[in-house]
């Protein structure tokens, strides 16, 4: 009966693991300045109608490193607002490319003011506000974001 338990913990612990690095755990985002200079953060994938409409909303706190990655099809306009979310964020519009082409710094929390992309982009990740100031992120910048390793 204990190797049965043994063999059915390991069994449970290697479907988490495998489970966190699907889709929806273990993706990450590296943004890359105009210097250089890598900010990596692990993101949850947000790439459903359901998941985009929910995004961070009612998430009390959101980690130093940890953000929201939105998966459109397209490239196009994007168009976002912060109601029920009670944390500042910046968000970053990423086109198909790999490009940074509009951030929204230090979006108000629990607003209805709508944010629009100023480019068609691709992606929008949410991060804590402050944090594209922080590591110098800007329009032009690169996002590498690997959807091979997100989609397996």
């Known amino acids: 009966m204990k190797k049965l338990s043994i063999v059915l ?3 449970l612990l290697s479907i988490a ?9 273990g993706a990450r985002v590296e943004f890359v300045n105009a210097s250089g200079r890598v900010a990596a953060i692990s ?3 947000a ?3 359901q998941e985009q409409e929910r995004g961070l909303m009612h998430r009390a706190h959101l980690g130093d490193d940890e953000g929201m990655l939105f998966v459109f099809k397209d490239d ?5 607002w912060m109601k029920d979310t009670p944390i500042p ?13 509009d951030i929204n710094y230090n979006a108000t929390p629990n607003t209805e003011d709508v944010y629009a992309s100023k480019e068609a982009c691709r992606y929008v990740i949410e991060v804590n506000g402050g944090f594209c100031n922080k590591h110098s992120i800007r329009v032009g910048d690169l996002a590498k974001i690997d959807l091979a390793k997100i989609y397996v």
Do not use: H, Q, W
């Not at 693991?17 to 755990?25: D, E, K, V």
């Not at 196009?76 to 976002?80: E, K, M, S």
């Not at 964020?89 to 198909?96: P, R, T």
């Open 9 to 11: 913990l390991f069994v």
């Open 47 to 49: 790439d459903t109608p």
């Open 17 to 25: 693991l495998i489970y966190s690095l699907s889709s929806r755990g």
């Open 89 to 101: 964020l910046d968000m970053v519009f990423v086109n198909g490319d790999g490009r940074v082409v």
């Open 76 to 80: 196009a306009t994007r168009y976002f």
């Open 43 to 45: 993101v949850e994938v």
